[in-house]
């Protein structure tokens, strides 16, 4: 029997063909569908801060392309600081109650508001549309609020963290808070699908490491080492990037729910460094 026969040649081209159609509509997703992978929105919202206990006022910021995005405004007794919130990738603001508590008893006031498409806000997300929902919130709160900018403290968690840097790097905040966030998306892409060239099909950048580059004010980077979504050596090399003043926050447990686990530390390691940054 002849093992290498015309046979067997054309059953192995046949089988190195249709693995590389499979590995071409693979690559093929993720390039046409990114957003997909990105972006997880909730319309729904299935709470508000009331239900929490907390003081709160619906808000509606106007983007510069026109959008009408929803937010709360949560404001505390007498607060130290306004808290600028950009939260992440899924859901909506409703899912961020135990966040909003938190700030509240630390004395701080918060403007929470939806990226376009997320909750009670317009449009579909972008990347650049994420950052002028942002920009939005920052006009709000100086405009409308007469925030000084020096009493703004700008905080994102995963996703969110990287929206908060690009805000961070336009303005002059008092002091930038990121949580759970990634360096780049190509670089937590290729982490994720190491097979494929992600670094060339990307369509996202959200470049946290470069913002954070270009800062000025003081920044805390927060990270657990059991992330399961971001791992640990993203927030490592965002701390080694970013300038003076700076602090690194180790806190336990995973992506979603570090910030509960890691209770009175991570609320110490918060008030600690905002009141070091007055």
């Known amino acids: 029997m002849n093992l290498f026969g015309p046979e067997v040649w054309r059953i192995a081209l046949y089988t190195v063909l249709v693995g590389f159609g499979f590995y071409i509509g693979l690559a093929a997703l993720l390039f046409f569908f990114q957003s ?4 997880f929105p909730s ?3 299935i709470s508000f801060p009331d239900d929490a206990g907390l003081p709160y006022e619906e808000v509606t ?3 510069v392309d026109g959008m009408k995005l929803s937010g709360w405004f949560v404001p505390a007794r007498e607060p ?3 808290v600028l919130f950009c939260h992440g990738n899924g859901g909506n603001i409703s899912h961020r109650l135990e966040s909003l508590r938190i700030f509240f008893h630390l004395g701080l006031s918060t403007l929470i508001f939806d990226y376009r498409g997320y909750g009670h806000s ?3 997300a972008t990347e650049q549309g994420t950052y002028e929902d942002a920009e939005a919130a920052w006009r709000y709160l100086v405009e409308n609020r007469q925030v000084h900018p020096r009493n703004i403290i700008l905080f994102g968690r995963s ?3 990287a929206v908060a840097s690009w805000l961070a790097s336009k303005h002059e ?3 930038l808070i990121i949580e759970s966030t990634f360096t780049s998306v190509p670089d937590l892409a ?3 699908y190491p097979y494929f060239p992600v670094r060339l099909l990307s369509r996202f950048n959200y470049n946290t490491i470069a913002y954070l580059r270009q800062l000025k004010c003081p920044v805390l980077i927060i990270h657990s080492p059991d992330d399961d979504i971001v791992p640990y050596s993203h927030g490592v090399k965002l701390y080694k990037s970013a300038k003076e003043p700076k602090e690194f926050l180790e806190i336990t447990g995973s992506h979603n729910d570090g910030f509960l686990i890691s209770g009175s530390r991570y609320e110490n390691g918060l008030s600690t460094f905002l009141t070091k940054h007055q």
């Open 80 to 82: 130290r600081g306004v």
């Open 43 to 45: 319309r729904q919202l």
């Open 173 to 175: 905040p008092r002091a």
């Open 190 to 192: 290729a982490e994720l």
């Open 159 to 161: 996703l969110g963290g």
């Open 122 to 124: 317009e449009g579909k």
């Open 61 to 63: 910021l106007q983007t």
């Open 36 to 39: 997909n992978f990105i972006y």
